[in-house]
Each structure stands twice: as C-alpha cells, then as structure tokens.
C-alpha cells in the first residue's frame, strides 16, 4: 500500500469514528430529559476512542490536515475533560458539562471533516487526473 493510500485510509478510518461519535451526540442531545450519566460515559468512551485514532494519524498528514487535526485532536480532550467533570457533577453543572463536551466533540468533527477535505486537496493535486 502506497504511502498516499495509507494516509487516506487513516482520514478514512478517523473519519468513520468521528462519524459515529457524532451519531452520539445527536442521539444523547435528542433526549427530551436530557443527557444520562449513562450518555455521558458512552460518550467519554467513543470521545477517547475517537482521540486515539486521531493522534495515531496525525503524524502521516501534512501542512494544512495536520494542522486542523491536531486542533480536532485538541478539541476531543477538551470534550473528555469536561465529560470527566460532568461524571462527578448533578443537575445544573451536570448539564453544564455536558453541553460543554457535545460543543467541543461538534467542534472537533467539524475540523476532522476539514481536514479530510484538505488531505484530499492535497493529494488531488499531488497526482492530477
């Protein structure tokens, strides 16, 4: 496998997790009573999971994917740190949290897509039709 592909196969895959966290999130903001300590646990687990994939591919990027990547990749621990806080919160700062970490995770899916788009770029250009 050609170092082009391996790298699209890393966003690829990065991609697909992001997706499905982003499935979590709508699901757990969709409840009408809110987010579970329940929600926010699962959410903690595919926020890391997501995290470790996406610091495990940052290194093959380049130039404008590395950069919105490790900024997905910080905006994922920002999103873990306040799912952590929210674990050990009730009621009002719990909500806080959670509203806190759904932003955060959003944010991070957002510039996960963007760099997909960029390496993409990159490598339209890198190998013309």
């Known amino acids: 496998m050609t170092t082009d592909a391996q790298i699209k196969e890393a966003l690829d895959h990065v991609r697909a997790a992001a997706q499905e966290l982003q499935g979590a999130i709508n699901a757990a903001a969709a409840k009408q009573a809110g987010a579970t ?5 699962t959410f903690a687990q595919k926020t890391k999971s997501v995290a470790q994939s996406l610091k495990s591919s940052i290194n093959a990027q ?3 994917a590395r950069k919105t990547l490790t900024e997905a990749a910080t905006e994922l621990d920002t999103a873990q740190k306040h ?5 050990k919160a009730s009621g009002q700062a ?3 949290h959670v509203k806190e970490a759904v932003g955060n995770a959003r944010a991070s899916v957002q510039k996960i897509s963007d760099a997909v788009a960029a390496a993409r770029s990159a ?3 890198k190998h013309p039709k």
């Open 83 to 87: 799912a952590a806080e929210g674990l």
């Open 94 to 96: 719990f909500q806080d």
């Open 123 to 125: 490598l339209a250009e």
């Open 62 to 64: 380049q130039g404008a």
């Open 37 to 41: 300590k329940a929600d926010l646990e």
